[in-house]
């Protein structure tokens, strides 16, 4: 039996492991019917908020953008989705992405035990490119390429990548024994969720087990590198501000 004071999760001043056994649920306005985890938001020094939302059959999620940005991609389950006046069902690993600027959205008539991710950011307009509308998707590994010529690295961009967007969510898969091929030290702020598997995670020279489950915020600079562990493909999905680096002069 764990001890009461044990938890595997770890909050720094540029990267945060959350695992689930440390979780304590918020209330959001509009959205009723669930358990809401704030994961990473603003208050620890991030520039993203990404929540997990676990629905109950009589879970309802209800509002409107302004400022921010919405992402929501199904962990595991089924909910019906309205945006912008169209209406789908989404199952485990499809997505809407909901734009900036007063866009409406509904999720309703969910599966028990339906859970939704979400990533939040506030919208750096870019002169000259049109704010993104609406993106419907889903988790395709046929749409994930190799990484940097390396079999066992795949990733699968899920939004566009143009400039009118200012973030990027992807789905990284490592095969078993697959790793990344260099530290990486970048202006990229991230917040991710595994999906799938475990794996080592190093975040500034502090290494970490990571599985199913746990979530990661790194800020940016924060020197990463991971390998997978374990019998299956470690597979996590990440945020990322992308297309917006703008210098004081």
């Given at each position: 039996?764990?001890l009461p004071?044990?938890?595997?999760?770890?909050?720094?001043?540029?990267?945060?492991?959350?695992?689930?056994?440390?979780?304590i649920?918020s209330?959001?306005?509009?959205?009723?019917?669930?358990t809401?985890?704030?994961?990473?938001?603003?208050?620890m020094?991030?520039?993203?908020?990404?929540t997990?939302?676990?629905?109950?059959?009589?879970?309802?999620l209800?509002?409107?953008?302004?400022?921010?940005?919405?992402?929501?991609?199904?962990?595991?389950?089924?909910?019906?989705?309205?945006?912008?006046?169209?209406?789908?069902?989404?199952?485990?690993?499809?997505f809407?992405?909901?734009?900036?600027?007063?866009?409406?959205?509904?999720?309703?008539?969910?599966?028990?035990?339906?859970?939704?991710?979400?990533?939040?950011?506030?919208?750096?307009?870019?002169?000259?490119?049109?704010?993104?509308?609406?993106?419907?998707?889903?988790?395709?590994?046929?749409k994930?390429?190799?990484?940097?010529?390396?079999?066992?690295?795949?990733?699968?961009?899920?939004?566009?990548?143009?400039l009118?967007?200012?973030?990027?969510?992807?789905?990284?898969?490592?095969?078993?024994?697959?790793?990344?091929?260099?530290?990486?030290t970048?202006?990229?702020?991230?917040?991710l969720?595994?999906?799938?598997?475990?794996?080592?995670?190093?975040?500034?020279?502090?290494?970490?087990?990571?599985?199913?489950?746990?979530?990661?915020?790194?800020?940016?600079?924060?020197q990463?590198?991971?390998?997978s562990?374990g019998k299956e493909?470690?597979?996590y999905?990440?945020?990322?501000?992308?297309?917006?680096f703008?210098?004081?002069?």
């Amino acid at each position: 039996m764990l001890l009461p004071s044990a938890t595997r999760s770890v909050v720094r001043a540029n990267h945060a492991i959350i695992a689930p056994d440390g979780y304590i649920n918020s209330n959001v306005p509009g959205w009723t019917g669930c358990t809401t985890n704030v994961i990473i938001n603003e208050q620890m020094g991030a520039r993203l908020a990404q929540t997990l939302v676990t629905l109950t059959a009589a879970g309802q999620l209800t509002g409107r953008t302004e400022a921010g940005q919405i992402f929501f991609y199904v962990v595991k389950g089924r909910v019906q989705a309205k945006v912008g006046g169209e209406e789908k069902t989404l199952e485990t690993g499809q997505f809407v992405y909901v734009p900036v600027g007063g866009e409406d959205y509904k999720f309703s008539q969910p599966e028990a035990g339906t859970q939704l991710l979400t990533f939040h950011k506030v919208y750096e307009p870019l002169a000259g490119h049109a704010a993104p509308g609406v993106v419907w998707g889903e988790k395709d590994d046929r749409k994930a390429p190799v990484y940097m010529n390396d079999e066992a690295l795949r990733i699968q961009e899920l939004l566009p990548n143009e400039l009118g967007f200012d973030m990027a969510v992807n789905i990284f898969t490592y095969d078993r024994g697959g790793s990344l091929p260099m530290v990486e030290t970048h202006i990229m702020e991230h917040g991710l969720l595994y999906l799938q598997g475990q794996a080592i995670y190093m975040l500034d020279n502090q290494w970490y087990p990571v599985q199913a489950g746990d979530s990661i915020w790194m800020a940016p600079y924060c020197q990463q590198w991971a390998a997978s562990l374990g019998k299956e493909p470690s597979v996590y999905i990440y945020y990322k501000n992308v297309n917006r680096f703008f210098t004081t002069v």
